[in-house]
């Protein structure tokens, strides 16, 4: 069996990875137990990134491949690309790994177009065919109705983009060994296309994917006074704010916190669901939550077929009644 490699492309805000990184390492790990006499490598451009190097192996990875210049610290499109074909030519890997964020998405397409090979991109599913050594690569098509799954049998890497939030990042062993190979890389005359002029805060919703509490509101929200009720209770249990399609749609809330679908997937350990009725649609983004507590007046609202607590009655009446009950446990002492 020859020797193959899958790598996985550690994205970098600032000094720090982005989640969805671990979060391949981790699938990347299952994928080569199935992939006889595979080993894992994550892939990190930039410099002082020698503690990110560690923390990829911690996470799983058998290899580093760190490819160090100052001007690979900021995210630049055409410098990212320019190095990953290279090393990807260098090292061969049979499949390649990148987070669907944006700059995930844009720098996938950019290497698979320069590299003639196969892309599917926002992937749920990720598995090995063994006899044939294939990535079979499922994502949602045609607005979720269908699964599709998608094979590049006859080009590599085979590339795919994974939504972030979607798979599970395993804890951490710090016992775990692994090579780091770092290249010291020197761009000669390339023209400076891309000049980055300022950074700008991220807006809130950013964190919907990493929260650990979501408050969600739906149409029986009613308007943007109701989120910001909804902002309190998530605001006092350390949480963040999702919204339905439907309140994204009537300008209740920015898109950023649209869970489901065509939005977010999430993985909180508690997800309160609002004024919201369950559409299949919806369920899809939360249905991995490890607690689904929802409010709504209809009792026979299919929120409640997966939810694990279910109160009927009037969000409006509810929520305010929560939020007092846990102003007053924080002022008694009680952390969050
Ligand atoms: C291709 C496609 C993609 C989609 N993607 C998404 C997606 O990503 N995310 C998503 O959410 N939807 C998505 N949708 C839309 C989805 O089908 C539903 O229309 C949407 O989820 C409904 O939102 P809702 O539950 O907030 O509203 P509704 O279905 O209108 O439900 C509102 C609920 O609030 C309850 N309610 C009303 N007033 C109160 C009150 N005062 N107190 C308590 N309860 C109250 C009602 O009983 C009702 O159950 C998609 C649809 C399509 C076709």
Redesign the pocket.
Known sequence: MKHSHIFVFIETIGKKAHPVSWELISKAKDLSFKLEGSDVWGVILGEDLEHICKETIYHGADKVLYVKSSELNDYINYKYQKVIVEMVKKYQPEIFLIGATLEGRELAGMIATELKTGLTADCTGLDIIPEKELLAMTRPTF???LMATIFCPEHTPQMATVRPGVMKESSLDFNKRGEIIIEEYQFNQIDNLIEIIEAIPVKSGSNLQYAQIVVS??????GKEGFKMLKRLAELLGGEVG?????VKKGWIESEH??????KTIRPIVYFA?????????IV?IKESNIIIA????EK?P?FDIADIGIV????K?VPALIEEIEKRLKSGVKK
């Open positions: 607005g979720g109705n509101g739906g149409n029986g929200v009613g919204a339905s399609r439907a309140a649209q869970v489901g679908q065509t939005g609002c004024g919201i009725s369950g559409a299949i649609q919806h983004g409010i709504n007046k209809d609202a929120i009655g009037d969000l409006h509810i």
